[in-house]
Nanobody, 118 residues
Framework: QVQLVESGGGLVQPGGSLRLSCAASGRSFSDYEMGWYRQAPGKQRELVAGITSGRTTNYANSVKGRFTISRDNGKNTVYLQMNSLKPEDTAVYYC????????????WGQGTQVTVSS
């Protein structure tokens, strides 16, 4: 099992940048696929970016070229660098850890609010 704690959210003006961090506790962090999801008011939770144990990344079309996901297995941490932020990026951002054995095991952080507004 793994516990996840997000940090780095806040209020930023359009065009600005933020870096989210997700610190994981527990063993075998490097075995987990990690992802960032977000949920805006009245909308479903959506995948923003993911990174596999082999560091293959994928992004939602809406954030490609602006957001970068990375991981530091030595620090048990995954990051989301967000540049050129837009008001539509406003949401609660959640960190996800997925371990695939005979089935998928999903773990979630508590979420961190990102607000993009002038």
């Amino acid at each position: 099992q793994v516990q996840l704690v997000e940090s780095g959210g806040g209020l930023v003006q359009p065009g600005g940048s933020l870096r989210l961090s997700c610190a994981a506790s527990g063993r075998s962090f490097s075995d987990y696929e990690m992802g960032w999801y977000r949920q805006a008011p009245g909308k479903q939770r959506e995948l923003v970016a993911g990174i596999t144990s082999g560091r293959t990344t994928n992004y939602a079309n809406s954030v490609k070229g602006r957001f970068t996901i990375s991981r530091d297995n030595g620090k048990n941490t995954v990051y989301l660098q967000m540049n050129s932020l837009k008001p539509e990026d406003t949401a609660v951002y959640y960190c996800n850890a997925r371990l695939i054995l005979h089935r998928a095991y999903d773990y979630w952080g508590q979420g961190t609010q990102v607000t993009v507004s002038s």
